[in-house]
């Protein structure tokens, strides 16, 4: 087969006898041996064999890369070239007015403030020590050992977690005991934050003070009933629960569970860009605050913040963090974004949003087009769902600026601001 382009999961993508088919780790205009099989609509592949490589192609860094980057094959030019087409084509329907501008990576790897590691046993056949591990894309439940971690976390990060997965591995622990390892990590202090969620109902305490830079512990038990790494209940901890990070001379620290931005550097010039929409006068509400990130960044240039944050140690969070950077004028509320009503966004002026992949609920939209606040600053990891959204509001209003950044080098994925200004019939 030979690739026509890459579809917006970031897939190079074919169309065989008229289906769509979709293969991770191609590139535009290259042939190769594929094997398919249908998934829902469309069919999907694995490369078997290259027969014809694109002049952008490149050595992937690490053998896993399938499963957490799979644009290493290609060099960066390209992959920046086509995030900015990608975001372009997908407001294209909208008759778009303003340029699609686009803000590439400043580091390529080492990036990640947050990671998630699996654990394997296992590879192919054969049993090997408890090893970190990463899921095969399209493999099932395939788990691919990692002798040394994923490229897209810092050194420090990689480090930390083979020495706990040491630990568990002296312990006696296999990969069925366990489910996932999640390590954070702060870029302004470096420490780190380690949680592990077991599928065994008990853990014991064991020492974790030779795991360098690591800040704090926390185990959990997480029931088998959901592959997501949730707590089913808290079976000890050590140290702290949070982490610090300073941005722009803002201390904000964030709770183990509390969303943080995975790409510091990047988001600072999201900010940045944000605060020229905004004048001292304004009233701003934001939805989806976490820790109260973005609203603490941006209210000393405004007349008051409100963030409106579901989990209620971030909110706790960013109640303290307004208080230690004594920022007067930001407020915090624990509430879902979907029970926000009208009248509480008509009286902002700046409506700011950075919801999940999932987007905006139909309630808030709702809501939104009922209020009509003057302007909306739409920040999203998941542009699909953002345009999607824009599609709810393009009756009262129009889009004043459309930036991409690319939060996540060496993958598909990049973190797109929409700024919404209101149409005045």
């Known amino acids: 087969m030979k690739t026509e382009r890459i579809a917006h999961d970031g897939a190079a993508e074919a169309v065989i006898s008229g289906t769509p088919l979709r293969v991770h780790g191609m590139l535009p205009e ?16 694995t490369l078997k064999e290259l027969t014809k490589a694109s002049p952008s192609r490149k050595t992937p860094e690490e ?8 644009w290493q094959v290609m060099e960066y030019p390209l992959q920046a070239q086509l995030k900015q087409e990608l975001l372009a084509d997908l407001f294209a329907y909208h008759s778009l007015t303003v340029p699609v501008a686009f803000t590439p990576a400043d580091q390529f790897f080492g990036y990640r403030t947050k990671i998630e590691f699996s654990f394997c046993d296992r590879e192919g056949d054969t049993e090997i020590p408890l090893s970190l591990a990463f899921h095969e894309r399209g493999g099932g439940v395939r788990r691919l050992p990692l002798a040394e971690g994923c490229a897209l976390a810092s050194e420090r990060v990689n480090t930390a977690a083979l020495a706990i997965c040491d630990l568990l591995r002296a312990q006696g622990y296999v990969a069925r005991d366990l489910k996932t390892l999640i390590i954070r990590e702060s870029k302004s202090d470096g ?5 592990l969620f077991a599928k065994k109902t008990a853990i014991p305490e ?13 185990v959990f038990h997480s029931t088998e009933k959901s592959p997501a790494s949730v707590p089913t209940k808290e079976l000890w901890r050590v140290g702290d629960d949070s982490l610090s990070e300073t941005i722009d001379g803002v201390s904000i620290r964030y709770s183990w569970d509390s969303f943080f931005q995975n790409n510091i550097t990047m988001f600072q010039q999201a900010v ?8 001292p006068a304004d009233r701003v509400l934001e939805l989806y ?3 109260g990130t973005i609203g603490l960044l941006l209210a000393r240039g405004v007349k008051e913040v409100k963030g409106v944050e579901i989990v209620a140690g971030a909110v706790e969070a960013a109640a303290v963090n307004a208080r230690v950077n004594a920022i007067d004028q930001y407020t915090a509320e624990c509430l879902p974004a979907e029970e926000i009503d009208a009248e509480t966004i008509a009286a902002c002026d700046v409506l700011v949003l950075d919801p999940p992949r999932a987007g905006l609920h139909p309630k808030l939209l709702s809501a939104i087009n009922e209020a009509k606040p003057k302007r909306i600053i739409y920040l999203s990891c998941n542009p699909e769902t953002q345009a999607r959204d824009y599609s709810a509001l393009a009756d009262h209003y129009e889009i004043g600026l459309l930036h991409g950044f690319d939060f996540y080098p060496q993958t598909p994925h990049l973190e797109s601001l929409l700024v919404l200004n209101f149409r005045a019939k």
């Open 272 to 279: 940045a860009l944000m605060r020229t929409q905004l004048t």
């Open 206 to 218: 064991f020492d974790v003070s030779s795991v360098p830079d690591l800040s704090g512990f926390i």
């Open 289 to 291: 605050a976490g820790a």
């Open 191 to 195: 420490k780190l934050l380690a949680l």
């Open 30 to 45: 290259e042939e190769g041996v594929v094997e398919a099989w249908r998934h829902k609509r469309i069919l999907v592949g």
């Open 63 to 70: 053998l896993h890369y399938l499963s957490c980057s799979p």
